[in-house]
């Protein structure tokens, strides 16, 4: 994508995403957190087996669902990045730390560094609650002091008195 490789940036006002803004009324960008898919991790595929038992119960078909996925999409996918997400049922606590460090290794010349975690809470039973608490106590364990976690609205609470 071309984006500006910062952690955080105003959206340019002419609409054009791989420039950046210095008028702070516009946009702020929150990427969701992620990392290129290593080259020496399991399958998707296999993984989803292998933690099938960690899956949220089936709550009947879904709308936008596409059964037959074509070969350009599965190489795409295989190449994906991983986003931080709490309902994903093959992540592990250690995984999404592993999301967490490579951003922040990326980032680390920056004085702040605001990115998104996502997970729907209808996508999420307790697998994903413990994956979430743990993911915070680890963080937490971490970085200490240097990491805060805080809401959108109290986040943008934040920035329109900077």
């Not at 955080?8 to 960008?29: M, Q």
């Not at 998707?44 to 037959?68: C, Q």
């Amino acid at each position: 994508r071309d984006v500006p490789n910062l952690p955080n940036w105003y959206l340019s006002s002419d609409g054009n995403f791989s420039k950046t803004d210095v008028n702070k009324n516009r946009l702020f960008e929150i990427p969701i957190a992620s990392k290129p898919k290593g080259i020496f991790e399991m399958p998707t595929s296999l993984k989803l087996k292998k933690y099938a038992d960690r899956a949220v119960e089936s709550r009947g078909p879904m709308i936008h669902s596409n059964e037959s996925v074509g070969k350009r999409d599965k190489i795409r996918q295989l190449f994906s990045s991983r986003m931080l997400t709490v309902d994903n049922h093959t992540f592990s606590p250690g995984y999404l730390m592993k999301i967490l460090d490579y951003n922040v290794n990326r980032f680390k010349s920056h004085d702040e560094i605001i990115m998104s975690l996502i997970g729907h809470p209808k996508s999420m039973d307790k697998y994903h609650y413990f994956l979430l608490s743990e993911f915070v106590r680890l963080a937490s364990k971490k970085y200490g002091r240097k990491l805060e976690f805080v809401t959108f609205t109290n986040l943008n609470k934040n920035l329109s008195t900077t």
